[in-house]
């Protein structure tokens, strides 16, 4: 059964970076569309990003686009969301997700599986 687990989370002061994982165990995350999501309390999920099985296409939402970057590593089984350039907006719960479908698509409905969250606040 596919489990995903977030970490990297933390605080960073404007213009700091992270860079969020994403573990899969259970399968082979590579076969699977991989998507980022955020989510501030009492506001919509937001995308972030996503990456197609064995990455071949990426997307980018245009408030984190030219400063965010996701990507695979396929011996670790694990996705990455590397955040620079961070904004005090950018703070929220980022979670990721596998989809059922191979594309990348950057919507909730499109994906089956879910981590738990981590939690990013960006803050001086």
């Known amino acids: 059964q596919l489990q995903l687990v977030e970490s990297g989370g933390g605080l960073v002061q404007p213009g700091g970076s992270l860079r969020l994982s994403c573990a899969a165990s259970?399968?082979?995350?590579?076969?699977?569309?991989i998507g980022w999501f955020r989510q501030v309390p009492g506001k919509e999920r937001e995308g972030v990003s996503c990456?197609?099985?064995?990455?071949?296409?990426?997307n980018y939402a245009d408030s984190v686009k030219g400063r965010f970057t996701i990507s695979r590593d396929n011996a670790k089984n694990t996705v990455y969301l590397q955040m620079n350039s961070l904004k005090p907006e950018d703070t929220a719960f980022y979670y990721c997700?596998?989809?059922?479908?191979?594309?990348?698509?950057?919507?909730?409905?499109?994906?089956?599986?879910w981590g738990q969250g981590t939690q990013v606040t960006v803050s001086s």
């Open positions: 997700a596998a989809g059922g479908s191979s594309e990348c698509v950057i919507s909730s409905d499109a994906y089956d599986h």
């Open positions: 259970g399968v082979t995350l590579d076969y699977y569309a």
């Open positions: 990456s197609s099985s064995r990455g071949r296409s990426t």
